[in-house]
């Protein structure tokens, strides 16, 4: 990579929803930074629908969502960075989530150990507040949508 180039990093995004699919999971890590959803890289031999799975499981502990759509995929350039991430966001629907609880982030990541203080928000207002223009796909959602069927 030349001087100047960015580097190009996959990574897949979770937005999970439940009751209805009115509100969807958000976190805030430990060092106060804004809501922000369940996503990380994509691995080698991975592909962005198996990481969104996995992530989920690492950041959240919900082990039990189902794959319900593509929503879209974007390349976001890091404001501080030298690298692109290559967004691909998904939808999941969970049921039996609690409607708060704290996750001991799991696997190899960065964040591993880290604690992550997961609950809902209405979709609206996640689709304002959300960290680095995560919340970009949150319209594509189907309004008043049965997120507890498959």
Known sequence: ???GERRVVEKAYAYVTRDG???L???EPPAGEAPQ???GGVEDGEVPREAVVR???????LGDAVLR???GRDEW???EKPKTYRRHFFHLSARDAPDEWVHEVTGAGEDC???YACSWMARGRAAEELVRDQGVYVPALTAGEDASRP
């Open 77 to 79: 350039p890091h404001p």
């Open 113 to 115: 150990g880290e604690r």
């Open 21 to 23: 699919g009115e509100e």
């Open 69 to 71: 759509a593509r929503l």
């Open 1 to 3: 990579m030349q001087s």
């Open 55 to 61: 992530e989920l499981r690492e950041e959240t502990g």
């Open 37 to 39: 959803v369940p996503k």
């Open 25 to 27: 999971l958000v976190f």
